[in-house]
């Protein structure tokens, strides 16, 4: 079977080389794969699709919840004052590790991971007059 960049990060391997650990926890994470030395959190920001997908499956459940609350004539059950924030936050809490690993997974199949460069010898310092 083919490696695939996506399965590896959710299993928390690293992306790239599918050998090294990208996730030293449920929600941290290592700055680079001590194998291959794939760069894991590249720029500012990088985290922003991934803290973007467990809020939409969060806003289609309130929305679910709503909708079946007016069709049965419970929209104004005091419960609902209760369940739709606790239920939001827990889901939401939920399925942040998932979609972390997602998130990197993904941009390891878009080919965006990659290990930095060697930097380069500083050239030696020259002896004046």
Known sequence: MAHSPVMSALTGRCPMCDEGRAFSGPLSMH???D???VVFDRDEGFWTGAVTLPYIIACFWVVSVLAIAFATGRIMDPALGWFVPVSTVAITG???PL???FWLGLYG???YLYPDPEPAPEPAASSGS
């Open 94 to 96: 939920a399925m942040y």
């Open 31 to 33: 700055s680079r794969c």
């Open 99 to 101: 979609s972390k690993r």
């Open 109 to 111: 199949e878009w080919g």
């Open 35 to 37: 194998v291959c030395g």
